[in-house]
C-alpha cells in the first residue's frame, strides 16, 4: 500500500523553529518528486516546497524562500521541510505529496507546485504559529 506519513508538526512561537517530516511507504521514494503543501482555514492549498529526484532541484516560493529548506534522505524514504523564522501567516496544516518524476522532468521548476500534478498525499500535520 502506498503511503505518505507527514509528521512533526506542533504549536511553536513567532521566530521559532520547527522540521517536518514525510516518510513514504510502499514505494521508492527515489522516482518522485516531492512537494510540501499548506492549506489555512478558509484558503486554497499552496505549494510551499518542491524537491526533485536525483539532483534535488529545489524550488520555494517568495512566501517562503530563505526561511524553509526541503531536503531529502532516499535511504531513508524521507523528505523534510525545515522551517525557520515562522510566522503567523506560516500557520496552516502542511501536507507533503509525491508526483513521478517523469511526470515533471520537463516542467519548469516554478511549476511544480500544482497540486493537481500530484499522485500521492500524505495525511496532513497541523502547524500553529502564537505566543
Known amino acids: 500500500q502506498l503511503q505518505l506519513v507527514a509528521s512533526g508538526g506542533d504549536l511553536v512561537q513567532p521566530g521559532g523553529s520547527l522540521r517536518l517530516s514525510c516518510v513514504a511507504s510502499?514505494?521508492?521514494?527515489?522516482?518522485?518528486?516531492i512537494g510540501w503543501f499548506r492549506q489555512a482555514p478558509g484558503k486554497e492549498r499552496e505549494g510551499v516546497s518542491y524537491?526533485?529526484?536525483?539532483?534535488?532541484?529545489?524550488y520555494y516560493p517568495d512566501s517562503v524562500k530563505g526561511r524553509f529548506t526541503i531536503s531529502r534522505d532516499n535511504a531513508k524514504n524521507t523528505v523534510y521541510l525545515q522551517m525557520n523564522s515562522l510566522k503567523s501567516e506560516d500557520a496552516a496544516v502542511y501536507y507533503c505529496?509525491?508526483?513521478?518524476?517523469?511526470?515533471?522532468?520537463?516542467?519548469?521548476?516554478?511549476?511544480?507546485?500544482?497540486?493537481?500534478?500530484?499522485?500521492?498525499w500524505g495525511q496532513g500535520t497541523q502547524v500553529t504559529v502564537s505566543s
Open positions: 524537491i526533485s529526484s536525483g539532483d534535488g532541484t529545489t
Open positions: 505529496a509525491a508526483v513521478l518524476m517523469t511526470k515533471v522532468a520537463t516542467r519548469d521548476v516554478r511549476f511544480c507546485l500544482d497540486p493537481g500534478l500530484y499522485d500521492y
Open positions: 510502499g514505494f521508492i521514494l527515489d522516482y518522485y518528486a
